[in-house]
């Protein structure tokens, strides 16, 4: 079989209103989770404002989705889910209101269910990050926000949680039990402003609604951590030493980050702020390494020196059912985009994934606990999850320089590099 002839997931079908008998059990498995961890929702400028109207959520953790249908107690929404969230669950969250959604894909049906929704009267909620924060602080956002601010003619809402990454951090899930998160609920554009705003404008207010950062509202509000593995996992998103420049020898636990070709060791502390065992402390800042490395990927496209090429392993996810194991395959990175190659049962298989369309890409640090790191690109009909099987490569890295080879383009910075294979 070829992989053009898998079933795939039904995107047409129109979304339906969160059934009431399951909007109890949206709150039943919700409110704890405010309870727990003493979650303060405040409202900024909401009087007035119900539902139909567009809301804007980060994302972190998966506490987001329970902290957010409590800010909006007690009215009904529909959310935007990835694909992989239906996995053997589909009639279930097509009934709480779900929407599926390919990740970083620009799907004209989407914006036609989300109209379907504000028809309805009800909330649209989108996490427009499209993957949890990295290290607790805002990714790139699509320039296509305000123009679907505009075609759904409806008040823009934002929601900003706080806490929850480092809660439960990306690179180490688990709960820290962390008192106190925020969050804040705020009308950002009224339905008058919709007809008056350009597209920019409103992408402005957005964006800077989206400055955050998990690890600075931490120390601002002096809350320790004492989990013992707090810094486990870490060397999955700070991969290159800023003492040596080393990449990929970065290595992690307890409380210890350290490089293992230096030997240079970082300890981090239990309000979230590293310092140097011995020497000069680079960054304790955690998300200022992580910029650190986005200028150093960077500098190595704009001196043509980024490329990243490995053989992989590949699944597709055409639909709801589960996973389609493809086999081996090849990927390649450059400044023209991704090319995933394979053959899967004696048929060869050919994918790009155009760099000028591509504002940024899934990863997802050791799949499910047991698959291994991974990057996660998509069609509008397909889902591949990719695991490289290279022994020097960082998912982080790839998709900063998915995110900086795209704003590159944007900016017509990007240097020639001719690829026979991408055109």
Known sequence: MEISQFKRFDMLKKPVRQRHFLRPLTWLISYPAVWAHRVKITKVEMQGIKPPYLLLCNHNAFIDFKITTAAIFPHRANYLVAIDGFIGREWLLRNVGCICKRKFTNDTVMIRHMKRVADNGDVIVLYPEARYSLCGTNAILPDSLGKLAKLLKIPVVTLIMHGHHVNSPFWNFGDRKVKHMEAVLTRLVTKDE??????????????????????????????????PDRAKGLHKVLYQCPHCYTEYRMMSEGNKLMCDHCKKEWCMSEYGELSAVNGKTEFSHI????????????????????????????????????????????????VNGFL?????????????FNAKSLYSCHIEYNYLGKHG????????????YIYPKCDNFSVTK???????????????????IPSVKFQ
């Open 287 to 334: 998300p200022d390494w992580y910029e650190w490395e986005r200028e150093q990927v960077r500098q190595e496209i704009e001196s043509c020196a980024y490329r990243f090429e490995s053989e992989v392993v590949v699944d597709s996810l055409p639909n709801a059912k589960g996973f389609v194991h493809l086999g081996k395959g090849t990927l390649i990175h450059d």
């Open 194 to 227: 919709i007809n008056t705003l350009s597209f920019s404008e409103i992408n402005e207010r957005i964006n800077m609604a989206f400055q955050y950062d998990d690890f600075a509202w931490q120390k601002d509000k002096n809350i320790r951590i004492n989990y």
């Open 398 to 416: 790839i998709a900063l320089a998915t995110e900086e080879i795209y704003k590159m383009w944007r900016s017509g910075l990007v240097p020639s």
């Open 340 to 352: 995933l190659e394979g053959e899967y049962e004696g048929n060869p298989y050919s994918v790009i």
């Open 373 to 384: 790191d991974c990057v996660d690109l998509n069609t509008l009909t397909d889902t591949y």
